[in-house]
């Protein structure tokens, strides 16, 4: 029998904010230099073009459910650090959304996976390693491709450093 693995980032506690109307989540989209299920690794730097755009644009990726057309929130931050694609978002607690809240409340859903066309890559040993991305979504799901993908309820700054240091 094949043994289950999981490796999360080793943050401490952390305070969901919910005013009602929206819960602040962190996290990262993507963990640098980390072979995903589809075998594909994504270097640092491979979106450092695409979030400029964004940024010179004063657009962001969409928050996506599951990967469909389901809009179900806003990233308010997106940067690369030396461990991944670190994300900040708001999800919208509306009626609409009430079946992601009450997932994400519970622990249920806190995996992050990215949408993007492939820009740049080159492929070694079976392994596709992914230079340039341009990113158009990131999605809350249940199972990310990337296990290390994660992102945490929070009301409180985050001090990324320790995690950072770990890539």
Same mark, same amino acid.
């Given at each position: 029998?094949?043994?289950?693995?999981?490796?999360?980032?080793?943050?401490?506690?952390?305070?969901?904010?919910?005013?009602?109307?929206?819960?602040?989540?962190?996290?990262?989209?993507?963990?640098?230099?980390?072979?995903?299920?589809?075998?594909?690794?994504?270097?640092?730097?491979?979106?450092?073009?695409?979030?400029?755009?964004?940024?010179?644009?004063?657009?962001?990726?969409?928050?996506?459910?599951?990967?469909?057309?389901?809009?179900?929130?806003?990233?308010?931050? !997106?940067?690369?650090?030396?461990?991944?694609?670190?994300?900040?978002?708001? =999800? *919208?607690? $509306?009626? @609409?959304? #009430?079946?992601?809240?009450?997932?994400?409340?519970?622990?249920?859903?806190?995996?992050?996976?990215?949408?993007?066309?492939?820009?740049?890559?080159?492929?070694?040993?079976?392994?596709?390693?992914?230079?340039?991305?341009?990113?158009?979504?990131?999605?809350?799901?249940?199972?990310? !491709?990337?296990?290390?993908?994660?992102?945490?309820?929070?009301?409180?700054? =985050? *001090?990324? $450093?320790? @995690?950072? #240091?770990?890539?």
């Amino acid at each position: 029998m094949r043994e289950y693995i999981t490796k999360l980032l080793p943050f401490e506690e952390f305070v969901t904010k919910k005013d009602g109307k929206s819960i602040t989540i962190c996290g990262y989209g993507n963990v640098f230099c980390a072979k995903d299920y589809h075998n594909d690794v994504i270097n640092r730097g491979a979106f450092k073009a695409t979030l400029a755009r964004h940024q010179a644009k004063g657009t962001m990726p969409a928050m996506l459910w599951e990967h469909r057309n389901r809009v179900c929130g806003k990233w308010i931050m !997106a940067q690369e650090d030396n461990y991944g694609l670190k994300l900040e978002g708001v =999800i *919208d607690n $509306t009626p @609409a959304n #009430a079946d992601i809240v009450k997932n994400v409340m519970n622990g249920e859903v806190n995996g992050l996976s990215i949408g993007f066309y492939l820009m740049k890559s080159h492929h070694l040993k079976g392994v596709r390693y992914i230079k340039e991305a341009e990113l158009i979504e990131c999605s809350l799901v249940k199972r990310p !491709a990337n296990a290390h993908s994660r992102f945490f309820p929070t009301s409180h700054e =985050i *001090d990324y $450093t320790d @995690a950072a #240091a770990m890539g």
